[in-house]
């Protein structure tokens, strides 16, 4: 059985999701997120950064969220939540998929980092807007992107709404704008999924 190491928060949220989409058996085993526990030898041999997630699947031990979910969709998806490998549609999914952690999250994570090393009156102010401008840039790309379409791909959700839905998630808090009308309906329709819902309460 597949075992999820994740804490409340991190991007285990997606490979929780992903798998209560797939109806697929698996354990969640709640991790400490402190500094201390990440970076102690125990975790270090389970995650050699100190990260969170990790995935176990008999002898298979990975990190990497969007990673995982392409494995569990190979090996046990039955072609559910993802186009014909080698196909346009599949192109455009890796696309997606990958967009929301290498490019979407990146000003997120930075932005929160930021906050974490200047709390409160120490924030420097135009550092904070710069990952905001590049935060609300991927969500107007996004919106571009849903144009006429309930989901990224099209009719059908996907694993890319999956990964897109973690980031929404997180990015909200961390601009001053309101969503656009497309990405506030899309986001209210993926989050109103029951899967969404477990793996928030994970």
């Known amino acids: 059985m597949i075992k999820i190491y994740h804490a409340t928060g991190t991007r285990g949220f997606r490979v929780i999701w992903l798998c209560e989409e797939l109806g697929i058996d698996y354990e969640v085993e709640k991790v400490d997120f402190s500094k201390e526990h990440r970076f ?21 031990l990975m990190s990497e969220s969007c990673a ?3 494995y569990i969709l190979d090996r046990y998806g039955n072609g559910r939540l993802q186009p014909l490998t080698g196909t346009v549609e599949h192109a455009y999914f890796l696309q997606w ?6 490019t979407f999250s990146r000003p997120v994570g930075e932005i929160v980092n930021h906050r974490r ?21 991927c969500i107007l790309a996004l919106d571009k992107a ?10 059908k959700f996907s694993a890319a709404d999956i990964s897109l839905g973690y980031t929404l998630l997180i990015a909200q808090n961390r601009v001053e704008d309101s969503l656009p009308e497309r990405v506030s309906n899309y986001w209210e329709s993926i989050s109103s999924r029951k899967a969404f819902k477990i793996a928030r309460e994970a």
């Open 40 to 60: 102690s030898s125990e975790w270090l041999q389970i995650n050699p950064l100190g990260k969170v997630p990790s995935l176990e699947d008999g002898e298979l």
């Open 68 to 70: 995982m979910m392409q």
């Open 97 to 102: 998929l990958w967009f929301s952690e290498a």
């Open 117 to 137: 090393e200047f709390p409160g009156e120490l924030e420097i102010l135009d550092v904070v807007k710069e990952m905001q401008s590049r935060i609300f840039k």
């Open 146 to 155: 849903l144009e006429e379409k309930p989901f990224i791909l099209g009719k």
